[in-house]
């Protein structure tokens, strides 16, 4: 079992930043790759940055070059760097962690940007 606890959403204005963390627990020995997702009102869940166990990232083209995914070596925190925040990033922005079994999900936090 793991757990994921997301922390750091707030409200900014547009062009300001923040940081997002999430604090892992449990099982963190089993975790292949972490990621962030995020949803705005009336979309679907979508992908915004990963991260291997190796430190390979991957970016949605949305974010690419504006937010840096990052984790600590022993996989017990996640961090999503947002900078050059846009109103369109307005959402709750959840931490995930795959497993060789099962994908575990964390409460959200929500971002807020005002314009």
């Known amino acids: 079992q793991v757990q994921l606890v997301e922390s750091g959403g707030d409200l900014v204005q547009a062009g300001g930043s923040l940081r997002l963390s999430c604090a892992a627990s449990g099982s963190t020995f089993s975790i292949k790759n972490m990621a962030w997702y995020r949803q705005a009102p009336g979309n679907q869940r979508e992908l915004v940055a990963t991260i291997s166990r190796g430190g390979t990232t991957n970016y949605s083209d949305s974010v690419k070059g504006r937010f840096t995914v990052s984790r600590d070596n022993a996989w017990n925190t996640a961090y999503l760097q947002m900078n050059s925040l846009k109103p369109e990033d307005t959402a709750v922005y959840y931490c995930?962690?795959?497993?060789?079994?099962?994908?575990?999900w964390g409460q959200g936090t929500q971002v807020t940007v005002s314009s």
């Open positions: 995930s962690a795959d497993t060789w079994i099962t994908k575990y």
